[in-house]
Each structure stands twice: as structure tokens, then as C-alpha cells.
């Protein structure tokens, strides 16, 4: 067996919607001083206990010749949210797409270093980017529902990815695990474009997980939305913690703080040798730590708003 | 203060004549309208009393006759025939790689040198008038392959408007796929469609009021068209037809119902402009219906899309 | 054997028929897509057999049969068929799980019989009952409960939005080989691909063809033996377009050209601009409504009708007010026929020139107290100008290029002489390759005329290149400014 076959076991409780047994790291994840914070001064390696998901080491990603981030070395944990913080331009969401190769669909865009996931090598170049995305889903910044009906859109996925379940059962149990199972329910053959627009990014989140992903990745999900259905989505999140490993960007501090388990803080930096702005990984650690005692100054500046 | 309250009054008062230049201004602009609206209904008008002698005579007879030397047994029912073949076979021919074209250009070609200067021979191409075309469809249709397609051929004259309505095709569909928010795109590549099924199950359904539309036009545009048949050969005069199986028919003599027009107006107009009005009038028919099909069909597919 | 790979082994792939395949989306839509697809292939097959006169000897049909016939098998085995797959639908049964591998036969046999086997064996062949079957079929869609075909009843089945493939669960340890697309997908995905560069090749072939074949053709007039520049301009007084008798006086053609087009923008230009500006500025939404379907109607009006409308209206009715001597064909009457034609196209164009000019522009005007002249024509107007250019620009190099008003209404077919005054007889270049082309037998007997037809196309080629180059480059700078 190669290399890149061997690699930690995926829980089959990480598809499932409702685990027969909670996960082990879920039941200390409420009490992040429990875990092991040796390492926090060592940004990208916190606390890499339990078994990882992405383990990323070295990426720089690329836009033709211009580097929007350099050597980012982190380790994203099962079955936690991890949030990403940082300036804009500071490339979270150009790391973030690098972790379901969105950025494929990008002309020009590369990247070097590895990214291994459950211990395979995503970039590989065996390793197709259409069943990577089946299995790590993303929410986007702006509600983007299908102009098909509600239930067209959740089926969408399974539809197109193939399933042994009965379709309705599928589209039933998406929507109550989003939390928009009872608001919609009577009207499933309607639009998804007359749902208000948090309910239509509850849609995405629901349209995300109908293929029973194993990730979710969010880029600014709560952006456009109001604070109640911004806080519905974040009360979500830490429900579907159990189910799912969320990474989620956001420019809302008070956010990562309440729902993330992990904090990456990126910034940007003027690279002296290209004369570019170039995206970093500065600091990677417990959220309480980071918002707490940041190791880095940059992060404390960041953080309590002294930021430039 | 009383004095300023009325001036200032006086100031706001809505002053219709003081605006005359407006007014006048205003008046042209309806004018210009007018002339439009009443160039179109003088020509409905024309059309119709010039022809009420056919029309309160004998209109099914002149719609199901055949082309005759004789003036009270002359019909359009070849024309129609051919009209509906022209259509038929460059629909054909012309929406596949037309709107296959265009999602190739759109989605797969990128953003390279040569798919610009594509780009722009398409865009002009939409643009070089249509006789053009059929200088084209003479060289290659009839007279390069006119072993094949028989030479002044209905196959020859619907293949010819299938390159005219080609370039039509191809933009009109390339808007509508533009439109498509990209938003939509990376939902779709979001949950792990290939680009395949993000075209076929995402863009197309979304961009389908826009091709549809154009289609249905360019289809209207196709019937009308009389320049590039005529070049291509047409058949201005009498004819027959003869019993040929469909294909047969395919590889013979045709006429168009736009052609019919124009051999009606090189004839005597008094025996003969009634005719022409009437093969007017039918064009008139089947083009408006095309074309509000078209208006509808976008109206409500927006509609849908839009609830 | 390591413990991973005993969880490797149990991974259990479903059998495949055992798949349940979901109740939605089971419309009218996928059993008329199926007929549409057999109609089209039936009618390819019935094309090729025409025109290469016949599949040549029995094997070759025997040889294609087989070849269908052993895809089919294959296809039947995912519950589905080789074209069916190929646009993503799949058969179910009656209990909604996918159709196992004797349904798929029975149902094939249903169809073949249906659509192939009654119309040949019992009617003789006969295309109208082809035409019958396939239109009964599709109209039993209709009606049918569930949107099936016939030989869905016969077959208890439905088609239906069919899946890539079955799920791929996995519960061992993630393998590089999960992380591959199956190879279903992945092949309907490139042969997408394949068939849309297809498209896009043929669509990129007619365009460079128009090109060549008008400009080599051209080029043969132009080094023709019989020719010399001298012949396109023959003085004194036989000057004159007469292509069959070898007299190509290209000056006769451009001032006929000139008059129309001229003639033409003289109406087109203000009514079709006054309209915009009315419509964009001044026009509730509700007026807009009505007025804006008028307009796309007139621009759909074929130029047949409006040659039609010149000769018998406006040249008995209209100019012979104006014109005492003036007969039924002249140049004025085809160029006020090429004026309303071109109206609606100057309109579109600069209506969307007017409605891109941003909102906030005309509030800031009306916010310094304008009235409403003075923002439609101080400030949107010249906002505008250079859409409104272009809008102008396409509709000369429309006018330029109308062919059947002229060769309606401007009479003379066959030739015609230098004239100047626009209400005797004329000829555009158009006009003038219409009489040529009309007659094509002849024209390609006698000399050069048949290539001065192309001459002339290469003329009008260019000039309608050039000028649409230039109405694009005028509406791109446009864009860029808002
Ligand atoms: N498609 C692209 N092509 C070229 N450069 C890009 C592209 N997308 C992003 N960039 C550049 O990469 C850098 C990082 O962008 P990215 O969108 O990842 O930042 P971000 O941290 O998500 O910012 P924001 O918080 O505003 O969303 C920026 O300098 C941006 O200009
Ligand atoms: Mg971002």
C-alpha cells in the first residue's frame, strides 16, 4: 500500500447525522482549557491531539505570479469549528477554497506545499476535485440558492452524486438539520428565491450537507444577513459541531469568539523581495487563548482593534 | 415676511406654460413615436386592402394552391411549404451548433487570444448583411456540393440561413449564459458537480428564457429573410412539385414565402399586387406570432425564475 | 492482512439495480426528451442513408445493430440506456427503485416496436406514419399519469433524472481511490466537453468560411483576364451598371447606395432617436410596456413586406404629393422603405445607451432644480452620445446592406445608368447583386459577371466590417465609462 492510501480512519459517525455515540473530542470541546495548550506558541501546530482532518504544511497559494499566501503550516481538527480572522486581502478565503480546491476553477491559481486530508494528499494529482467537493461542502458569502424549487436545490447534490436514499427522506432530514424543516415544509415545491435571505443561506448550509459531507467550509456565511438570522446560523454551527468539521472565515470577532473552537489569525505583509502584499498565517491556537493571551502582538493589535 | 411668503409662493407654483420648450420638446418626441406606430399600421392597412380581393374571395384557396400562371388560381402554398422547411432544417442545424457553440465558448474556450478574435468574426459576422450569406451558400452549398445537396435546393437555401442565423444564435445565447450569476456556478462545483452537470443542471436552465428567446427570433428571422434564398436560387416563377418523398423533396426546386413576395411585385400590379399583399399578409401573420411568442416566452420564464 | 485492509474488504458496494432511485422530478419532461432524442436519431439515420444513398450492403446496418445493441446491454445494466444516459435519465419501476436488467429489455422491445417495428413491418415504410408514431407517442406524454411514453406502460416504468452513479460510502480508512469522480461521470463530463468543441469548431469554420470564400472569389474578378479596373468605370454616355453586358460602373452602384442610405438615416435617425428618448425618459412604465412590443414588431416586419409597403403606399400615396413625374420605382420610395426598417434598430440601441446612463446623474440634475428637457438633453443625452453614435453607426451599415426593399421598390433590375436624381429608377450594391444572383445559371455563363457578384459582396463585407468595428470600439469605451 502507498503512502498516500494509508491514513487516519474516517469515524463513520462523522457522516451520520445522528451519531450513535458522541465524539470523544466533542464532549471536552466545551471546556477548551482541558485540552493540551503546550504548543500554542507554535502557530499552525495547536493542539494537534485527537485525530486531524487537514494537515497543511508549507502551502503558499499563488494567483499567476502574484503569492496571496505564504508558507501556512496548521492542522484543522475533527469535529471542531476552526474560525479564520484576519485583515481583508489577507487570503482566508483564498487558504480556505484551497482545502476543497475551489480554487481550481480559478485561471492562473497554483499552489505549493502539501495539504493532506485524513492523510491523502488532496493534491495529488490522481485525486479528483469533483468527489473532493462531495465531500468537503462550502457555504458561500452570499445566499446562492438554485432559482429551482426548495426541494430541487437539496436534491441537487444528492441527485447528481448518487445515493441509495429515498430522496424525500434526504431533502426532510437536510432541512431539519439546518433548522428549516418546519418553516418550510408546506412549501417545497416553491422557489428557494422567495425564502428571506437568511433562510436561504440556511437552504445553502442544508443544499451543503444533503451529501452528507465530512467538512464545511464557510466563507463570511452570516455577511449578508441580519443579527437574528445571523445568530440562528451560529447557534446552528455549534449543532452541527457533532456532525461535521466546520472551517469558517469571518470578519466578525465576537463571532469566531462565541462559536469557534480554534482561531487562526492571518494578516498581510509587504514582502520586501516582491514588493507584494503577501497573506500569513501569524497565529494558530485555542480560541480562548487567542483572544485572551495572543502570543503575537500583531494578533493582540488585531484584536482589540488597534489594527491599521 | 408676508411679501416673501408670497413670492416664494409665487416661485413654487407649478407653471405648465412657462415650460413651453418642453412642451414642444415633449410633443416631438410623441411625434417621433407616431411616425413609428403609423408607418407600421399604414403597412398592415396597405397590406390588408390591397389584398381583400383575394382575401374576401378566396383566402383558403390562395393559401393551399399552388404557384400558377394564372392569376385567380395562383396560391402560396409552396411558399408556405418552403418557408417551413427553410425554417425547419436551418433550426436544425443552427441551434445545436449554435448554442453548443456558445457554451463553448463561454465555458470551456477561455480567455485566450484566438477565442477573442472569435469573439469579434462573430460578432461581425452578426452584423454582414444577409445577402452576403447568400453569396455564400451559392459558392459552397449549391456549387461545391452540389452533388449532394442538389444544388438550388431547399437543403442548400435552409443550410444558407442556418449560417445566417448562426452568428445570431451564438451572441444571443452568450448573453443569456453570461447573465448567469457565477455565484450560481460555484454552488453548484460547491457540492461536486462536474462542469458538465453544472452546465447542464445549473447555467442552461437559468440561462434558458434568454436562448429561448433568441432562438424563437432568429427563427422569425429566418422566415423573413429573401436575399440570401434568392442567390441561392430560389424559385421566382411557376413550378411544380411533383409527387417526391420528403427527402426527395429536400434535393429540388423551392420557393419561400418572402420570395413569392418579391416574384409577385415584379409582375403587372394590377393583377397581380393583390398577391403580393396577401403573401404579405400571411408573412405578417406568422413573423408577429413568432415574435410575441418570443416576448411572452421571455416575460414568463423571467417571471418564473424571478418567484 | 493488516486490519485496514480487512475494513477495505467489507466496504460493500450496493448491487446495482438495488438502487432506489427518489420520486421527485418524475415529469412529462424526461419521456418527451427520450422521443425527442429517438426522432432525432431516427432522422439522422434516415438523412445519412438519403444522401449516401443507402447504408451500402446489409452487413453494414448488421455491423451498427450490433454495436447499439451491445451498448445498449451495457447501458441497461444502470438502468439505463446509451442516449438516455447520455442526456442523465435513468428508467425506474414501479416501486420507484431502478429498473432491473429484463425490465430494461422488455422495455426497449416496447419501444422498438412502438416507434420502429409497427411503422416499417406493418405500414410499408410510410414516412407519414412515422411522423404519426412519434407524434402519437409524444403526445400520450401528455396525458399519460406520471408523464410516461407507451412503452413505459407496457413496461411498468418511468424515466426519470438519473444519478451519476450509486453513493460510494466508504467506512474504512480514506483511500486516494474515494477521492475519484467514478468514471460515469467523469465520461458523460468529457464527452460534454467533446461534443460542445464540436459545436464550437463548426460555428468557428462557417465564420472564417464567409471570409474566404468572399474574398477569394473577389479576388478572382479583381485578376480575371477580361477585367480591368478601366471596365468598373466607363465613360460617356453608356455609364451604367449592365453586368451582362460587361459594363461594371461601380460609381452608378455607390450613389444609389448613397441616396438610400442617406434617405434612410434622414427618418430613422430622429424617429428612431426621438423614440429612445421618449421611452428612456419620459414613458411610464405602463406606456413602456405597450410601446416597447410595437417597436420590437416593427423590427420583425420582413424587408419583403416593407418593399411591398413603398410601392404600394408610399410611392402612389405619399411622394406623388411632393413629386408630380415621379413613377412607382424610384430610390426615394426604396430609401424611405430602408428609413422604417432601420427605425426600431436605431431605437434599441439607443435606448439602452440612454437607460445606461447611471440614475444618480439625472437626480443630481434634477436636484439643481432642472426641468426635465434639461436633463434628457444636457445631461443624459450627452452622457449617451457615443452609444447613441453607435446606435447610428449600425443603422447605416444596416441600411448599406438592405437588399429587398431596394430591389422591390427602387426598380431597376438587370442594370441600371449613372443617375443622380433619387426619384428615377436606381440601384444600391445590394440591389444590384439580387438581379445578378436572381438569375444564377446565366450569370455564371457570361464572363466575369458572376464574379462581380463577388466583387461586390467583398465591397459590402468590408464596409459593413469596418463600420461595425467602429460602432464596437465607440460602444466599448462606453462601457468603460459608467
Ligand atoms: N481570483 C483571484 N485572482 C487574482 N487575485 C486574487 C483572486 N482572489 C483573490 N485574490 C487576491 O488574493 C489576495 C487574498 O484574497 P482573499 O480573497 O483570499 O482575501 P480575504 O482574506 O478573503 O479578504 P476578505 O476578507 O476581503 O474576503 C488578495 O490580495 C486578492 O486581491
Ligand atoms: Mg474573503
Known amino acids: ?308 | 415676511m408676508v411679501a416673501i411668503t408670497t413670492e416664494l409662493r409665487d416661485q413654487l407654483r407649478l407653471r405648465r406654460s412657462a415650460d413651453t420648450s418642453g412642451q414642444i420638446f415633449r410633443g416631438l418626441l410623441m411625434l417621433a413615436l407616431l411616425v413609428a406606430f403609423a408607418s407600421l399600421l399604414a403597412m398592415i392597412l396597405t397590406a390588408l386592402t390591397r389584398s381583400w380581393p383575394i382575401l374576401s374571395d378566396r383566402p383558403l384557396d390562395f393559401l393551399f394552391s399552388n404557384t400558377s400562371q394564372n392569376p385567380d388560381e395562383a396560391g402560396v402554398f409552396q411558399g408556405i411549404k418552403g418557408s417551413v422547411m427553410l425554417a425547419a432544417i436551418s433550426s436544425l442545424v443552427a441551434f445545436p451548433v449554435g448554442i453548443g457553440g456558445a457554451i463553448y465558448l463561454e465555458e470551456y474556450a477561455g480567455d485566450s487570444r484566438f477565442s477573442r478574435l472569435v469573439q469579434v468574426l462573430v460578432r461581425n459576422l452578426a452584423g454582414v448583411p444577409s445577402i452576403v450569406y447568400g453569396l455564400l451558400g451559392l459558392a459552397i452549398f449549391v456549387q461545391n456540393l452540389g452533388g449532394i445537396t442538389g444544388g438550388r435546393s431547399v437543403i442548400s437555401g435552409g443550410l444558407t440561413l442556418a449560417c445566417l442565423v448562426l452568428p445570431v444564435v451564438i451572441i444571443t445565447t452568450q448573453e443569456a449564459i453570461r447573465a448567469v450569476p457565477s455565484e450560481l456556478r460555484q454552488a453548484g462545483y460547491g457540492i461536486g458537480a462536474t462542469q458538465w452537470e453544472v452546465i447542464r443542471s445549473v447555467v442552461l436552465p437559468s440561462a434558458a428564457p434568454g436562448i429561448l428567446t433568441g432562438t424563437v427570433l432568429s427563427v422569425a428571422r429566418a422566415v423573413g429573410e429573401a436575399a440570401p434564398i434568392l442567390v441561392v436560387g430560389a424559385v421566382s416563377g411557376f413550378f411544380q412539385t411533383g409527387t417526391l418523398s420528403f427527402l426527395e423533396q429536400t434535393q429540388s426546386f423551392f420557393t419561400a414565402l418572402p420570395m413569392q413576395i418579391f416574384a409577385f411585385t415584379k409582375q403587372p400590379a394590377q393583377t397581380w399586387g393583390a398577391h403580393a399583399a396577401g403573401a404579405s399578409v400571411a408573412i405578417l401573420l406568422v413573423v408577429v406570432a413568432l415574435n410575441s411568442v418570443a416576448i411572452w416566452m421571455r416575460a414568463r420564464l423571467d417571471q418564473k425564475l424571478r418567484k | 492482512m493488516s486490519p485496514e485492509l480487512e475494513v477495505e474488504l467489507k466496504r460493500s458496494a450496493p448491487a446495482p439495480g438495488a438502487m432506489a432511485i427518489p420520486s421527485l422530478s418524475r415529469r412529462g419532461w424526461n419521456a418527451a426528451l427520450e422521443i425527442a432524442l429517438y426522432c432525432f436519431i431516427t432522422m439522422l439515420v434516415a438523412i445519412v442513408e438519403f444522401y449516401a444513398g443507402g447504408f451500402p450492403g446489409p452487413s453494414n446496418w448488421l455491423i451498427g445493430l450490433v454495436i447499439y445493441a451491445l451498448w445498449s446491454l451495457n447501458a441497461f445494466r444502470r438502468s439505463t440506456t446509451p442516449s438516455a444516459a447520455f442526456v442523465q435519465l435513468a428508467v425506474v419501476d414501479e416501486s420507484n427503485v431502478a429498473a432491473s436488467f429484463g425490465r430494461m429489455v422488455l422495455r426497449t422491445v416496447a419501444r422498438g416496436t412502438v416507434l420502429y417495428a409497427l411503422p416499417i413491418l406493418v405500414f410499408a415504410n410510410n414516412q407519414i406514419v412515422w411522423i404519426a408514431m412519434f407524434a402519437a407517442a409524444a403526445a400520450s406524454v401528455a396525458f399519460m399519469e406520471r408523464g410516461r411514453a407507451p412503452w413505459d406502460l407496457i413496461a411498468g416504468t418511468t424515466m426519470v433524472e438519473s444519478y451519476g452513479s450509486e453513493a460510494t460510502e466508504s467506512t474504512g480508512p480514506l483511500r486516494l481511490s474515494d477521492l475519484r469522480v467514478d468514471g460515469l461521470r467523469q465520461r458523460q463530463n468529457q464527452r460534454a466537453a467533446r461534443m460542445l468543441q464540436f459545436a464550437g469548431w463548426g460555428a468557428i469554420i462557417v465564420s472564417l468560411l464567409i471570409v474566404w470564400v468572399v474574398a477569394s472569389e473577389a479576388f478572382t474578378f479583381i485578376t480575371d483576364d477580361d477585367f480591368s479596373w478601366s471596365l468598373l468605370n466607363v465613360e460617356g454616355d453608356r455609364r451604367g451598371w449592365f453586368p451582362r453586358r460587361n459594363f461594371y460602373d461601380i460609381p452608378t452602384l455607390l450613389v444609389g447606395t448613397l441616396w438610400v442610405t442617406g434617405i434612410a438615416m434622414v427618418i430613422a435617425g430622429p424617429v428612431g432617436l426621438g423614440a429612445a428618448i421618449y421611452l428612456s425618459e419620459y414613458a411610464k412604465p405602463k406606456v413602456r410596456r405597450i410601446v416597447k412590443p410595437v417597436i420590437e414588431t416593427l423590427a420583425s416586419v420582413p424587408s419583403v413586406v416593407i418593399g411591398m409597403f413603398a410601392i404600394f403606399f408610399i410611392s402612389p400615396s405619399v411622394l406623388t404629393l411632393f413629386f408630380d413625374d415621379i413613377g412607382s420605382f424610384s430610390v426615394l420610395a426604396a430609401g424611405i422603405g430602408v428609413g422604417i426598417l432601420t427605425i426600431p434598430l436605431v431605437a434599441s440601441i439607443s435606448e439602452d445607451a440612454l437607460r445606461a446612463v447611471p440614475m444618480e446623474l439625472r437626480q443630481a440634475a434634477y436636484g439643481l432644480g432642472s426641468r426635465k428637457i434639461t436633463v434628457a438633453l444636457r445631461v443624459v443625452f450627452p452622457a449617451a452620445l457615443s452609444g447613441i453614435s453607435a446606435a447610428f453607426i449600425v443603422g447605416i451599415s444596416r441600411a448599406i446592406g438592405e437588399t429587398m426593399v431596394v430591389a422591390i421598390a427602387a426598380g431597376g433590375s438587370g442594370g441600371t445608368l449613372f443617375e443622380l436624381n433619387p426619384t428615377e429608377d436606381g440601384q444600391t450594391i445590394t440591389a444590384a447583386m439580387a438581379s445578378l444572383g436572381a438569375g444564377t445559371d446565366q450569370v455564371a455563363g457570361s464572363g466575369i459577371a458572376f464574379q462581380s457578384l463577388y466583387f461586390l459582396g467583398a465591397m459590402l463585407f468590408l464596409i459593413t466590417l469596418i463600420l461595425n468595428v467602429f460602432s464596437d470600439a465607440i460602444v466599448r469605451r462606453f462601457r468603460e465609462a459608467y
Open chain 1, 1 to 308: 500500500m502507498s503512502s498516500i492510501d494509508a491514513g487516519a480512519s474516517v469515524r463513520p459517525e462523522a457522516r451520520n447525522p445522528v451519531p450513535d455515540t458522541p465524539a470523544v473530542d466533542n464532549a471536552s470541546s466545551d471546556d477548551p482549557s482541558s485540552k493540551d495548550s503546550a504548543s500554542a506558541a507554535n502557530p499552525g501546530a495547536a493542539g494537534a491531539t485527537g485525530s486531524s482532518v487537514f494537515e497543511v504544511s508549507d502551502v503558499s497559494v499563488y494567483y499567476s505570479d502574484f503569492r496571496a499566501v505564504t508558507n501556512v503550516d496548521l492542522t484543522i481538527n475533527d469535529n471542531e469549528i476552526t474560525a479564520f480572522i484576519g485583515p481583508s486581502g489577507c487570503g482566508k478565503s483564498t487558504m480556505l477554497r484551497t482545502f476543497n480546491r475551489m480554487n481550481d476553477l480559478i485561471e492562473g491559481a497554483r499552489m505549493t506545499g502539501t495539504l493532506e486530508y485524513h492523510g491523502v494528499d488532496l493534491y495529488h494529482e490522481d485525486v479528483d476535485p469533483v468527489a473532493v467537493r462531495r465531500r468537503i461542502g462550502m457555504v458561500f458569502q452570499k445566499p446562492n440558492p438554485f432559482p429551482k424549487s426548495i426541494y430541487d436545490n437539496i436534491a441537487f447534490g444528492p441527485r447528481i452524486a448518487g445515493t441509495n436514499e429515498n430522496m424525500d427522506d434526504i431533502v426532510e432530514r437536510s432541512l431539519r438539520g439546518a433548522g428549516l424543516w418546519e418553516e418550510v415544509k408546506d412549501r417545497l415545491k416553491t422557489s428557494a428565491l422567495g425564502l428571506s435571505g437568511g433562510q436561504q443561506q440556511r437552504l445553502c448550509i442544508a443544499r451543503a450537507t444533503a451529501v452528507n459531507p465530512d467538512v464545511l467550509l464557510m466563507d463570511e456565511p452570516c455577511s449578508a444577513l441580519d443579527p437574528i438570522a445571523t445568530g440562528r446560523i451560529e447557534e446552528l454551527m455549534l449543532e452541527m459541531k457533532q456532525d461535521y468539521t466546520i472551517v469558517i472565515v469571518t470578519h466578525n470577532m465576537q463571532q469566531a469568539a462565541r462559536v469557534s473552537d480554534r482561531t487562526a489569525f492571518f494578516t498581510a505583509e509587504l514582502d520586501p523581495n516582491t514588493d507584494q502584499r503577501t497573506g500569513l498565517l501569524v497565529e494558530y491556537d485555542q480560541t480562548t487563548t487567542i483572544f485572551s493571551q495572543p502570543a503575537d502582538e500583531r494578533t493582540e493589535n488585531y484584536i482589540t482593534g488597534r489594527f491599521g
